[in-house]
C-alpha cells in the first residue's frame, strides 16, 4: 500500500516535516540502510587494511590510489543522469496510478442507465460490473506478481467468483494465441445490446455512452499493460544504476583519510575514522535512486507499490453495491433547508 | 487562502517587484525567519565557543573540522534536487486546483436542461446540485483537516444544511467497507431519470449530458482523493528535505570565521562576525523548500492553501443560485445597440 | 499587443537574427537599461570611493571585502532557479493565451445552428454572441487593470454598448455575494432552449452543441479567472527576485577592480574602470528573470502583454458579423476549376 | 522540407550514425560554417596582431586581457539558458506541426456523410473542400513568406482555383477589418445545413460530426496563426541570441595563445595556432542555437522548415479525390482469405 | 521486440537490480562494447607511442598536449546536451508506442454495433477489420525497414491475404501521386454506411461511434507517419553525436597517463595502465547517447525496437476472432456467487 504523510504536512512546520522524517516504513531509511551497512563494511574493510596491513612503500601506492579515485569522481555525471531518469519514472508510475481502474464510474452509468430492478435486470448489471472486474484481474495477473500469486490459474479466479465455470469455458473457447483481455469486455458489450434489445435500456445514447464508459475502463487497463510491455529501455536503467554504483565503488577509495602531505587535496588534519559526508552523500543518492527503484514497478512489493488485490476487493464490493444494492435506496425528494 | 498578488505585478518594474518583496502573508520571510532564528542562535554559539572557550590547540581542530566541512559542503547536491523536486510538486499542486471542483458548469447545465419552475422542478433542480456539493464535502473531509475540523461527523453536515436526515440514513444504509463518495451522484443520476420519465427533460441528448457534466464534476473530486491516497513516494520526500537539512548543519561549522594559515580557503582577512553569505543561501534555499512543503497538501492550513471551506460554501451559494432563483432572471430579447 | 518578429525569423541567418537584437519595443534593452543604469551609478560610487577617499589601511579592508564577496557570488544557484523559474512562468502564460476566448467557434456554430434571417432570429443570434463578450468583459475587468480602467463599473459596459439597462437590472437582481460571470451564459443557454422551442433549431444534437461550445468559452474564460485566483506562490516569486537582486548587490562588491597582491583571485593586472563582464552578466540575468516578470501578469501593460482591450473589440465585431451581416452571404454553388 | 534521416538510423550503429553526420542539407555543418568563418578570421586577425605588430609593453596588455577574459566567460551561463529554450521552441514547433492542417480526416467524413453522385452532390462534397483548403491558403499566406510570395493577393488564389470569382466577391464583401478566416468555414457549414436540408445527410448526428470535424480542422489552423500572433517573448530570444554571440566574442580574446608565465591557467607550453577545442565549441553551441533559430519560425525558408507550399496542394489533391473521384470506387465484398 | 525486465524489478532490491545489470540482450553493455573497444585499441596505440617510440623532446610536447587536452574537456557541455536530448527523444519514442494502432478498440465496436451472424454480415465485420489491418501495414511499410522488408510491394500484401486482387487493383486505381493511406479507412466507412442502410446497424449513434473509433485508429497511424516524415531537425541529432564524440576523441590523448612534473593536473603518481575512470565514463555517457539512438526509430532492427511485423499479425488474428468466431460465443447469464 502506498504509505500516507499527507496529513501530517498540512502545515508547512519545521515539526511537521521532522516527523515526517522519522517515519520507517517505506522511508529512506528502510531503504538505504542494508546497502549503507554493505558499503562502510567494505570501507572499514580497506581502512583497516591501509592502517595496520600495510608496509610505507604500499601505504604510498595506496595513497596515490585514493588521490586518483578522489580526482575522479567529479567526472562522474551523477546528479544530472539521475534527475532526469527519476522524472522520467516518476511521471510514468502516475500515469499507471491514473489508469489503473476505478469502477465507480462505469457502475454509476449502467446504474442509471439500464432500469429494472428484477432478477434479469439485476443479473445483466452485475454481471458487467463482474466482467469489468475479471478484465482487471486478468490483467493484473498478468503485470503484478502479489496479484498472480493470489490468482495462478484461471481455476483460482473462478474459485474467487470472478467468473463461472461456464464462463471460464467460453473464455478457453476463444481460440487465440494473444492475450485475450478483450473477451469479457465484449461480453459486457453483448449484455448492454440485449438489455436495449429488451427494452431495459431507453435510449440509444445510453448504450453509446455504457459502450464509451465501458471502452475508457478497458482503455486504462490496457495502458497498464503497454507500460508492460513497453518499459523504460533496458539501457537506461542499466546506465543509472551502473552510475550509481561505479560513483560509491570508487568512493570506497577516493574517500579514505590518509595522511600524506603528497595529495593535498585528500590530506586530512585530523584524522577522521567514519566518512561522515560520504555517508550523507551515499543516503542522498542511492535514496534517490531507490525513489526510481520502487516506481519502476509500481505492481510489485515495495512498501509503496500499490496495492492490486485490494483494487480487485475494492472494485468488485463497491461495482456490485453500486447497481445492486443502492439502486433501490434512494432518499425522498423534499425541500432542503435553504428553501425560500 | 491563496495570497494575490497578480495585480501588484501588473507592469514589470523594479518598483512594482520591489513591493512583492516586502509582503508578510505567505511570504519567504515569514515561513524561513523561524528556521533561520535557529540556526543563527547555533551558529552562534558555535562561534563564541570557538572565540572564548576553547584552548588554542582545540581551536587547530576546531579548524581543522572547518576546513573539512567547508570542502563537503559542494558534495550535496541541493540545487538540482530541489529544482527537481519543486517542479513535480508544483504541478501536482496545480493540477489538484484544476479538479477542485466549481459547481457553475454543472449547474448552468442542470438549469438549461430541466425546466419547469414547479415547486417539483425546483426540488429536483436543487437537490442535483445540493448532491454535488455533498460529495464535495464528504472528500474534502478526508483530505483536508480544516474540512475535517468544520465537519467532524455526518451529523454536522446534516446541521449544515448539506444533507437532511433522510439522506443521512440512506447513506449510512449503503453497506460498504470502502468509502461512499459515489452515493450523492447516484442520488442524482436518479433523480435526473426521473425527470426525464416526467418529460422535465425534453430529450435523451439532455440526460447524457448532464450524466457526463456530473460525472466530470465527481471525477475531478477523485482525482483529488486519488493525489491524497497515492501522494509522492516518502523517500523522495524524505530525500530533499534531509538535503537541506544536512546542508546546513555541515554550513553550522563550514562557514565559520576562523584565524588560521593552515586551510587557504576557509581563512578570511577580515573578521565578520555575521555569516552574510550563508544567510542569503539559507534564506533561497530553505524558502525554495519552503514552496514544495506549503505545496505538498495544499488542503492544509497554511497560508498559500486552497480556501477550502470557502469553496463548500461559495458553491452551494452559487449552485443553487443558478438552479433555482436566476432560472426566472432573463432578460427582454431587444435590439444590441450595434444592431444596423 | 505581444511584439511579433516571427516573420524577421523566417531564416535562420546571422543577419535576420542580428535584426531580432536591434529591436526596442518590448526589448531586452528597454526592460533592462534602467535597472542597469542604477546599478553603474552605484558601482561607479564604490570605485571612487575606494579609489579616491579611502586611506591605505581602509583600503585593504575593502579589498578583503572585496575578495569576500566575489567567493561567495559562486554559492548564489542563479542558473537553475531562474531556469525552473521562467519554465513554469512561460507553461502558465501561454496556456492563458490558449484560453484567452476567441468568439469564431462558438458564433460560427451559433450561425450555422439557429437558423432563420427574420428579425427574432437576428436578436436571438446576435444577443448570444453578445452575452459571450460581456462575460469576457466581466472577467477581464478583474483580471486586467487595463480593461478595468476602461470599464471601471458595469455603467460603463451598458455605455459601451455590452449590455442594455434591463441586462444591468437584471444581472444585479442576481442575489450572490461571489461573482457572477455565468449569469450572461445563462442568459445564452435560455436563449438557446428558446430557439430550439420555437423551431429555429432543428434537433436536439444543436442544442447540445451549443450548450457545449458555449461552455468551452465559458470555461476558458474561468481557467483565466483561476490563474488570477492562484498565481504562483508568493514565496516561489520571492525567493527568485531576491536571488537576482542579491547576486547583483553582492557583485556591487565583488566584482570591483583593486590593486592587491593579497587576493589572487580578484587581483587584476590592468586596470579596468567598466565592469563589461559584470554588465554582460546583468543584462542575461536581469533579462531572464524580465522574461518572467513581464509574463508573471500577461494582462498588465508591459509592452508584451495581451491587449485584452482590442480582443473585446475584435470579438464583438467579429462574432456579430458571423451571426449576422455574413449568413446571408453565401456564394453560388459552381464547379469548381479542377471539375474533371 | 523537413529534412529525413529516419532510415537511415533504424539500427543503433557506429556507421549508421556516422553516415548521419556527413549530410549536408538542414545540417549542423551548413548552419555553421558561414559563422565559423567569420569568426576564425576575426581570430586570427587578432593572433597576428599580437604576434606580430604589437610591442612588448603592448604585448603584456594584450595578454594581461586575454587573461581576464579566459576567465570570465566561466560567468557565461551558457550550457542551461539554451537547454531551457531550445527545450521551448522545440516544443512549439512540434505542436505546430501538429495542428498544420491535414485534409484526410475532414474529407473522409465528408464523403462517408454527404451521398449522393450526383452533380450537385459531388459539388457540395468538393466545394467543402476547396473551402477548408482556402482557409488554410489564407492563414498559411499571413504566416509563411513562402506562401505569401506565391500568392500575394487574393487574385491569385483564384487564379489558382482556390477560390471563384463569385468566392472572392463575396469574401471582400464581408465587412471587418479583422482577419476573415472563418468564411469559408462558414460556407462550408451552410453547405452542410443545405445537403442537411436536401436529405443527402441521413440524419442530424452526421450534421453535428461535420461541424465538429470541420471544426477542429479550423482550430488548428487557427492555433497556428496564435504561434504566429504571440510568439516566444522578444526579451527571450535576445537573451539567448546575445549570450551565445557574446560568448564567442570574449573568446576571440580569451582563447588566444599567449606566451607568459604572469598568467598561469592561459598561458600553453606548445605554440598552437588553431584554437581547435574553441571551434569545437562553437560548432556544439552554435549548433544547437540554429536548431533553435531554425524552428522558431518553421514556415520560414530553412532547409528544414515545413514545406508549406507542398502542403497545400497535397491537400487539394488529396480532398478532391477522397470527396469525389474515390466514392464510387468500392471493391466488391468478398470473403477473406482467413474466412473459416 | 522491446526487452521486458519489470517482473524482475517487483522488488526494490540490490540483488533484482543487480540481475538487471547482467542481462545481454538489449543492454547497455551489447551496445557499448564495440564502440569501447575500438577507443581502448586506439587509446592503446597513443599510449604505446608515447613510452616506446618518442624521444624525450618528442615526449614533452606530446605531455603539453595532453595537458591541454586534459584541461579542455571541461569546455564540452555533454551532460545537459545529453540530458535534454534523451528526454525529447523518449518523449517521441513513447508517443509513437502510443499511437502505433491496437485493433481491440475498433474491432470491438464493430463487433457491438454491426449485427447479423450470416454470411453478408460476417463478412462486413471482417472486412473492416481487414482494411484496419491494411492501413496499418501500409503506413508501417513506409516508416519500418523490417515490414518493407516483409512486404515489399502490395502484391506481397495481398499473398499475405491482407488485401484482394481486386482491392488491389481498386487501390491502384485511384489516382493520386500521395500517400493513399485513407483508402481503406473510406472502403470501411462505405460498409458501414451499407451496413446501416440495410438494417445491420441499429441507429445513426452507432455510425458514428464507428466512424470515430476507426477514425481514431487512423489518426494514431497518421501521427506514426507524421513522426517519420518530421524527425527531431538533423542539426540536433547531429549536435549530440558530434559532441559525445569529440569529447572521446580529446579524452584518447587528455586521459594518457604522462610522467611530467610540469603539469600537476594531469601527472599521476603510480603508472596506470589501464583508464580505469575513463572507460567508466566512456560507458556512462556512450550508453546514455545510445538510448536515444535506439529510440530514434523504434521501428528499426534494434534489440528494443517495437516489433512491428508482430503487431500486423497479432492485430489481424485478435480482430477477426473479434468480429467473428466470438460473437457467438456469449457465456449463459447467471447469478453470480455474491448474489444476496
Request: charged residues 20%.
Amino acid at each position: 500500500m502506498t504509505v500516507r504523510y499527507t496529513l501530517d504536512v498540512s502545515t508547512s512546520s519545521f515539526t511537521s516535516f521532522t516527523k515526517v522524517l522519522f517515519r520507517w516504513r517505506a522511508s529512506l531509511w528502510k531503504s538505504v540502510f542494508q546497502d549503507l551497512l554493505c558499503w562502510l563494511l567494505l570501507y572499514s574493510i580497506l581502512s583497516c587494511v591501509y592502517r595496520f596491513a600495510l608496509a610505507d612503500w604500499q601505504q604510498e601506492i595506496f595513497e596515490d590510489a585514493v588521490a586518483f579515485a578522489y580526482k575522479y569522481t567529479d567526472f562522474i555525471p551523477l546528479t544530472f543522469m539521475l534527475g532526469f531518469y527519476v522524472s522520467l519514472v516518476v511521471n510514468r508510475w502516475w500515469d499507471m496510478f491514473l489508469n489503473i481502474g476505478w469502477i465507480d464510474n462505469p457502475s454509476l452509468y449502467v446504474s442509471a442507465y439500464i432500469e429494472g430492478t428484477d432478477k434479469k435486470g439485476r443479473m445483466i448489471r452485475r454481471n458487467i460490473v463482474r466482467y469489468l472486474v475479471l478484465v482487471q484481474a486478468l490483467i493484473f495477473r498478468d503485470i503484478s506478481v502479489t496479484v498472480r500469486k493470489r490468482f495462478p490459474t484461471l481455476d483460482s479466479l473462478e474459485a474467487a467468483g470472478l467468473m463461472s465455470v461456464e464462463e471460464k469455458k467460453t473464455l478457453l473457447d476463444v481460440d487465440s494465441p494473444n492475450a485475450k483481455y478483450w473477451v469479457p469486455v465484449q461480453w459486457a458489450y453483448f449484455l448492454i445490446r440485449e438489455a436495449r434489445q429488451e427494452g431495459r435500456i431507453k435510449s440509444d445514447h445510453a448504450v453509446q455512452e455504457l459502450f464509451d464508459k465501458l471502452g475508457e475502463f478497458r482503455a486504462g487497463l490496457g495502458k497498464l499493460a503497454c507500460y508492460d510491455f513497453v518499459p523504460i529501455p533496458l539501457v537506461y536503467t542499466q546506465v543509472v544504476i551502473l552510475t550509481v554504483r561505479c560513483y560509491f565503488i570508487i568512493c570506497l577509495m577516493g574517500r579514505q583519510y590518509v595522511h600524506t602531505t603528497r595529495h593535498i587535496n585528500v590530506n586530512s588534519m585530523v584524522d577522521y575514522y567514519i566518512p561522515m559526508m560520504t555517508i550523507i552523500q551515499f543516503v542522498f543518492y542511492v535514496g534517490w535512486l531507490k525513489v526510481a527503484e520502487a516506481l519502476l514497478n509500481p505492481f510489485g512489493e515495495d512498501d509503496d507499490d500499490f496495492e492490486v488485490n485490494w483494487f480487485l476487493d475494492r472494485n468488485l464490493q463497491v461495482g456490485l453495491t453500486v447497481v445492486d444494492d443502492a439502486v433501490t435506496k434512494q432518499p425522498p425528494l423534499k425541500k432542503d433547508v435553504f428553501w425560500a
